[in-house]
Structure formats: C-alpha cells, structure tokens
C-alpha cells in the first residue's frame, strides 16, 4: 500500500492565521489526491480534488498544491467553522488516507 | 435524496465473523463503484475496500485481505462487507461510501455508520 504522511497531526491557531498541512506520499501519486474535512458528526467532505481543484462552494480560503509526493493544504485566514480534522486521500493506487489534523482554534 | 444506511454492526469476539450491510437509495446504485471506509476509536479515517458498479472487480486494503469480502446486490441496492477471523484492530466504524465516479476516489457521500467491537 502506499503510505501517506500528513503533517502536523493537531495545530492551534487564531483567527485569521494562515495555516498549512503536509501530506507525503510514499511514492509518486501524480496529483492523485484530495483532502476532506471532517467536523464532528458530520460526513466527511471534500474540499480539494486531483491536489488542487477547489470544489464547487468551498470558500477560496482554501487551497492545495503539489504532485508527486509533496502536497500542501491552505487555510489562508482560519475561520471559527474551520475547526475540523482535515484528511488527504490518495488514489493513485487503491486508496489511502493520510493520519489526519485536528484543527483548533487558540 | 442520497441515503446510505449500514446495519450489522455488534460486539463480537476475537475471530468471529459478522456480515455488514448497506441499503442505498436515491440514486441509480448499479452505476458506483462502492467503499468501505473504518474509523477506529481515537484514529484517522482508513479505506477498508471497494467494488465496481457490476461487482466484477473487488480490491482491499492489507490489514483486511484474506479476511474480509465485499459484494453487492443491485436487484436489492444493497452492498455487503463480509468479515471473518476479526481481531480487536477491527474495533471500528464502518462506513459505506458512495464514489462519484469509478476511479477517482472522491466520496460524495456518506452512511452514518454502523460500529463494530472485538472484544474478548
């Protein structure tokens, strides 16, 4: 399986800073991921698709980029709704999450 | 109105075996690839396995392989996850996930899940 590393697994921010999350895969996946976002009870959605493509009706407050085996993930101005764990999915090859990264609000 | 409801889940000892189900509605279900998605207590998302549309192609992740069988029954709009010899890493929710389209891994949708335990 390939693996992916995603980086830090919890970071406290305040409102308005910039935040970033790294995903590494273990091998090269192209731009073969996406990332979600995951609020308590809710389903998992999709944000960012094929590493850089912001979904219909996301804020552009959020951004990714990379291919091969870096990826970035951007909240470029934390908002109190994004307090989430974020996820990077690859699919490439089968399917693998990263570990996750809950984000807080300090 | 997409709806994916999961039944089966129980508390079960260390190498028994359990049958998951999924009863989808609100979409045309024999056109989706379908997953399985696990989350333990404390732990991140993890991909458990997939089936295409017409049930031909089946892959799994490692920590399932030889152990767990996915099917589905388009008469019935129903997907399955059969799961045998299960050990306590299997403690988890387990989700059914609709993919939007075969191949790109994008989970539009979502069950609320049904949790399974091992325990001894």
């Given at each position: ?106 | ?68 069988t996915i099917s589905r029954d388009n008469s019935k709009n129903s ?31 979502w069950g609320q899940g049904t949790l399974v335990t091992v325990s001894?």
């Amino acid at each position: 399986d390939i693996q992916m590393t995603q980086s830090p697994s919890s970071l406290s921010a305040s409102v308005g800073d910039r935040v970033t999350i790294t995903c590494q895969a273990s091998q090269d996946i192209r731009n073969y991921l996406n990332w979600y976002q995951v609020k308590p009870g809710k389903a998992p959605k999709v944000l960012i698709y094929d590493a850089s493509n912001l979904e219909t009706g996301v804020p552009s407050r959020f951004s990714g980029s990379g291919s091969g085996t870096d990826f970035t993930f951007t909240i470029s101005g934390l908002q109190p709704e994004d307090i989430a764990t974020y996820y990077c999915q690859q699919y490439d090859i089968l399917i693998t999450f990263g570990g996750g990264t809950k984000v807080e609000i300090k | 109105e997409v709806q994916l409801v999961e039944s089966g889940g129980v508390v079960l000892q260390p190498g028994g075996s359990l049958r998951l189900s999924c009863a989808a509605s609100g979409f045309t279900f024999d056109d989706y690839t379908m997953h399985w998605v696990r989350q333990g207590p404390g732990k991140g998302l993890q991909w458990v396995s997939l089936i295409s549309w017409n049930g031909a192609s089946t892959q799994y992740g490692d920590s399932v392989k030889g152990r767990f069988t996915i099917s589905r029954d388009n008469s019935k709009n129903s997907l399955y996850l059969e799961m045998n010899s299960v050990r306590a890493e299997d403690t988890a929710l387990y989700y059914c996930v609709k993919d939007k389209a075969g191949g790109t891994g994008y989970f539009d949708y979502w069950g609320q899940g049904t949790l399974v335990t091992v325990s001894s």
